[in-house]
């Protein structure tokens, strides 16, 4: 499957944050729009941004070429106002695109960032790119809190392939998060959403992170589940013998069982606990 990337100019890159994200951040920062991870279960497939598009979800891609710039302004111009910054990176794509190992956009705003620190930073990637800015990631930690969220949605890479078949293996997911946090930046495992996974699961996570997040289709898509309805998601269950995952109380077992390898301050679920608190 080809994709097609188009450099654009984007006239804003912090958006206001609304709905999900109104819970400890001020602002989202998508560094480019639309992924070519193609996750089968993606709410934004059902958002505005895509349902208006013409090309299907995946396979398409816009580098928004002038980000770094724009966030250098937007800041200086909020903090003339004495506003906090609070930044969640990235809500509606994923900064570490295949392409940001050429297009350096993602890395471009991080340079930004580390002149001009916003008072928190939560960057949400499957990419296992993200290594390759631990340097940024370790001179900006000594400006404002950073936290590096990995989604790890199973420790199952067929489960993965069944879902998310375009998004890098489980492995390297892990392996760069444990680099992240050897270097001393705070991290967290992204269970969003849940999919099966094996026993070992909460031990694979052992000691490469800070906290864990722990989200489903049925209340993380924005939707209370409607949205993931649309997309298949409960046939797509069904088809393989999984229908047991998707019950709309899964994250209170997922919960427990984390809870019996993990101190219960480390764990987070869904919309109300997901964000750590931020200074004002």
Known sequence: MGIEIKDVLAKKILTEAKGYLDVGFTHSLNPYSGCAFSCKY???????IQRFKEIPWGEWLDVKTNAALNYRKEIMKLRKKNNAVNIFMSSATDPYQPIE??????RGILEEMTENPPDFLQIQTRGPLITRDID????LKEKCNVLVSMTI?????DIRQIFAPCAPGIKLRLKALKEVHDAGISTQASISPVLPFTPDFPKVLDRIVNHIWIDTLSIGDGAMGKRSDRLGMPKL????????????DIHVNVEKYFNKYFPSEMIRVSKKEAFPKQKA
């Open 237 to 248: 269950f069904e088809e393989h013998g999984l229908s047991k995952w998707y019950s709309k």
């Open 101 to 106: 190992r050429k297009a350096n956009i993602t």
């Open 42 to 48: 993606c709410y934004v497939r059902e958002m505005p």
């Open 153 to 157: 949605e199973t420790d199952r890479d």
């Open 136 to 139: 940024l990631l370790v001179k």
